[in-house]
């Protein structure tokens, strides 16, 4: 179905079966990696069990790709969490959701910090919903906690909308421009990329999406620009450190040319 994601896949697939990450070119890794972990509910219902299963395997591969995008050396992890549409879905998959981040913040808070790595949180915490004070309060420990690591930059995209973060960051260049610390021909690429929630951050090299789906689903839509995209069928809770070694070895072989030649 993919119209160009899985050609390339396979053939990824093929070359990476005599070498695993060894057969990589560290030197043409991607800094940034953003995934869109897409297809856990689809994943469990192929097994007859309920969404929240898939979520809770999802979880599981989360920790392998952390790890081993640890172990290569990639700068910034971005993972798309929950997204500010996401609060549609049924209470209890959303509760059972919030439920899987806590635990995720209070198991897996001391392993990160002892293995150095930076938690950095896209998108709006305090505008969760009332309820969730406890998650609120655990994203914030986890930030301040790590925040002077100097390892694996991971960006959790969390009640996060590429839209909503343009428009905020609109609305914070208008405030700056009405208390007078601004003039609107001040406003260029870089004032406008610093009032958003990935300010100081490399670009976006790589998108992946698992599942199949080819949209952004609003993710990221302003640093997206000239990220290369790759798509995989394979669901997220599938997804694991070989698969994602086949992403990065597609990435190391496509031609970025930046609107030049
Ligand atoms: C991604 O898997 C996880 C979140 C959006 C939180 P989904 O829950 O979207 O799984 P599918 O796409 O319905 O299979
Ligand atoms: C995008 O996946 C959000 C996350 C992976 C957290 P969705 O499953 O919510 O996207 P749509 O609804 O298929 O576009
Ligand atoms: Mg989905």
Redesign the pocket.
């Known amino acids: 179905m993919a119209l160009f994601g899985k050609d390339e896949a396979q053939k990824a697939s093929e070359q990476k079966a005599n070498g695993g990450s060894e057969g990589l070119e560290r030197e043409k890794l991607p800094r940034h990696v953003a995934i869109?972990?897409?297809g856990n509910g689809r994943w469990a219902q192929r097994r007859g069990m309920p969404r929240t299963f898939g979520h809770k395997a999802g979880v599981e591969a989360l920790r392998e790709i952390i790890r081993h995008s640890d172990d290569l050396g990639i700068e910034v992890l971005t993972i798309?969490?929950?997204?500010a549409?996401?609060w549609k879905r049924s209470a209890e998959e959303v509760g059972a959701l919030m439920g899987l981040l806590l635990e995720y913040f209070t198991k897996e808070l001391d392993e990160l910090n002892r293995e150095n790595v930076q938690i950095r949180i896209l998108g709006d915490i305090d505008g969760m919903p009332s309820g969730l004070e406890r998650q609120k309060a655990a994203l914030h420990a986890a930030i301040e906690r790590t925040q002077k690591n100097t390892g694996l930059r991971l960006c959790i995209?969390l009640n996060y909308g590429g839209r909503q973060e343009i428009v905020h960051a609109a609305r914070q260049l208008a405030r700056r421009v009405a208390a007078g610390e601004l003039t609107p021909e001040e406003i260029d690429q870089e004032r406008f990329a610093a009032e958003l929630y990935t300010a100081g951050l490399p670009e976006v090299d790589l998108l992946i999406r698992t599942s199949g789906?080819m949209?952004l689903?609003n993710?990221l839509l302003y640093q997206l620009a000239y990220a290369e995209f790759y798509q995989t069928d394979t669901l997220w809770p599938d997804f694991n450190k070989d698969t994602y070694d086949e992403a990065l070895l597609a990435y190391t072989r496509r031609n970025r040319r930046f609107g030049g030649v």
Not at 80 to 83: I, P, Q, T, V
């Open positions: 869109i972990m897409d798309y969490a929950f997204s549409e996401n995209a789906e949209r689903s993710f």
